[in-house]
């Protein structure tokens, strides 16, 4: 059974960087295994982040330059962070394993980051 | 990249039929759709425009013509009730997945 769970701090500063983690059990970082980071503001639709797999990465053109996505073998994790926030950031984050191919297999919970002074 | 465009809501009554259109897919076959109940986490449901993930229930179909998927519900049950999201991968020289605006079922 695949599961994931998100941590990292549920408050940052404008401007601050936004850093969250996604522990993994059940898959492994082999290749071919896609790993993505997702979000949700407060009441509104889904918005993909990015992806990392063993060999590289994709993001979201629009977040590209403020956003950096890692993986951590060892550990069975990978994480998200984006720097320069503002309160337009604010949202749950998801990880999500990929599927194969191009969709999202599996979810994490969320969690909810508000970006505020 | 715009989201792709979805009904803000569509509503039956149990046992009923209805349909969830996504305008703006891609020409490939690489549409999925998921399940968000209020407070949850997304959940898969139709994957490669018109597979089910072990577990979902056979009646949620998926189909696809032209740019438009498209998501049916067949004997609408009160727990359909939920919003639904598309999602197609654009493709190109930049990988980029981009979701659906999203739809609220509500079960009369």
């Known amino acids: 059974q695949v599961q994931l769970q998100e941590s990292g701090p549920g408050l940052v500063k404008p401007s601050g960087t936004l850093s969250l983690t996604c522990a993994v059990s059940?898959?492994?970082?082999?290749?071919?295994?896609?790993w993505t980071w997702i979000r949700q503001p407060p009441g509104k639709g889904l918005e993909w982040i990015g992806e990392?797999?063993?060999?590289?990465?994709n993001y979201n053109p629009s977040l590209k330059s403020r956003l950096t996505i890692s993986m951590d073998k060892s550990n069975n994790q990978f994480s998200l962070s984006l720097t320069s926030v503002t309160a337009a950031d604010t949202a749950v984050y998801y990880c999500?394993?990929?599927?194969?191919?191009?969709?999202?297999?599996?979810w994490g919970q969320g969690i909810l980051v508000t970006v505020s002074s | 990249q715009s989201a792709l465009t979805q009904p803000a809501s569509v509503s039956g009554s149990p046992g009923q039929s209805i349909t969830i259109s996504c305008i703006g897919t891609?020409?490939?076959?690489?549409v999925s759709w998921y399940q968000q109940h209020p407070g949850e986490a997304p959940k898969l449901i139709i994957y490669?425009?018109?597979k089910r993930p072990s577990g979902v229930s056979h009646r949620f179909s998926g189909s696809k013509s032209g740019n438009t998927a498209s998501l049916t519900i067949s004997g609408l049950q009160a727990e359909d009730e939920a919003d639904y999201y598309c999602?197609?991968?654009?493709?190109?020289?930049?990988?980029?997945?981009?979701f659906g605006t999203g739809t609220t079922v509500t079960v009369l």
């Open positions: 891609s020409r490939d076959n690489l």
């Open positions: 999602c197609s991968n654009v493709g190109g020289p930049v990988i980029l997945y981009v």
């Open positions: 059940g898959a492994s970082f082999s290749s071919g295994t896609w």
């Open positions: 999500a394993k990929n599927g194969v191919p191009w969709y999202f297999e599996y």
């Open positions: 990392i797999y063993l060999s590289g990465s």
């Open positions: 490669e425009v018109v």
